[in-house]
């Protein structure tokens, strides 16, 4: 919940000319990594059209959550097909304050993870620990039951091109990013646990990502992405992280 219109478009502006300068080339390969901005519901129609006149390869649109429920009478909510009308791609589903603020249940995101996939978005099923179950030993299984929920409704053939953020609660927004064994720990974890749904799962790390520390995150295994909050809104910031993302992906290519 940042930004104003103004400050918005800016950012993206600024976001499509550092992605391009000479300092943060990610397209010097010939790359075009997917990055995906998630702006509040209200700003997506002048995000959109900011991106498709300064458009970058890549660049595309999604939402930071929506509706369990098609339409009708549900005051407030935003449906999936409203999203794809907008011009969404992705959605985020389950993000922890959605959860631990807002009081969503492993079985609500289940149904908004299935109306997404209906409407033919890309859901990124956010999953996560918070302080007080890592110190209890039940990371693992907390990740387990948020997965298990949404396998029950959707199926593993369904999850078969499934994006899974892990975001350890007591990294988000706090500067305490995993170290990148921890995380590295997790993602193998939850590669297994979706071993049934194929190989084309892509996991991201998300919890205090910034341009110093995403080389060595992604440098991991099991790390295919990674997921930016704060960091997301200095665009100077945001290119860097993904300029290291992207040379950290050729490494593990090569
Ligand atoms: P952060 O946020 O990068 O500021 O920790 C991550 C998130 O909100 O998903």
């Known amino acids: 919940m940042n930004g104003s219109r103004r400050s918005n478009i800016r950012l993206v502006q600024d976001l499509v000319k550092a992605l391009r300068s000479a300092e943060t080339d990610v397209y010097a390969n010939g790359n075009a990594p997917q990055i995906v901005i998630c702006p509040p519901f209200v700003y997506l129609t002048e995000v959109a059209d900011t991106l498709r006149a300064n458009s970058a390869p890549g660049l595309v649109l999604g939402a930071q959550t929506l509706s369990e429920f098609d339409e009708g009478a549900f005051t407030g909510e935003v449906s999936a097909f409203m999203l794809v009308d907008l011009g969404c791609e992705y959605v985020l589903v389950g993000?922890?304050?959605?959860?631990?603020?807002l009081g969503e249940t492993n079985?609500?995101?289940?149904?908004?993870?299935?109306?997404?996939?209906?409407?033919?978005?890309?859901?990124?099923?956010?999953?996560?620990?918070?302080r007080q179950q890592r110190d209890d030993?039940?990371?693992?299984?907390?990740?387990?039951?948020?997965?298990?929920?949404v396998v029950a409704k959707v199926g593993f053939d369904k999850l078969s091109s499934a994006v899974v953020a892990y975001?350890?609660?007591?990294?988000?927004?706090t500067g305490n990013t995993a170290t990148a064994e921890q995380a590295q720990k997790v993602h193998a974890h939850i590669r297994?646990?979706?071993?049934?749904?194929?190989?084309?799962?892509?996991?991201?790390?998300?919890?205090?990502v910034n341009a110093n520390n995403t080389a060595e995150l992604m440098a991991q295994a099991d790390i295919d992405g990674i997921l930016v909050g704060g960091a997301s809104l200095d665009a100077e910031q945001f290119a860097a992280i993904c300029r290291h993302a992207v040379a950290a992906e050729n490494v593990l290519q090569r």
């Open 192 to 208: 297994k646990c979706l071993s049934k749904a194929g190989d084309n799962t892509r996991l991201l790390y998300g919890g205090s």
């Open 167 to 173: 975001e350890p609660i007591w990294a988000i927004g």
């Open 137 to 149: 030993g039940t990371t693992f299984a907390v990740i387990e039951e948020q997965l298990d929920a």
């Open 95 to 101: 993000h922890s304050e959605r959860r631990t603020v």
């Open 107 to 130: 079985a609500q995101v289940a149904e908004k993870y299935h109306a997404a996939l209906a409407a033919s978005l890309v859901p990124v099923l956010c999953v996560g620990e918070t």
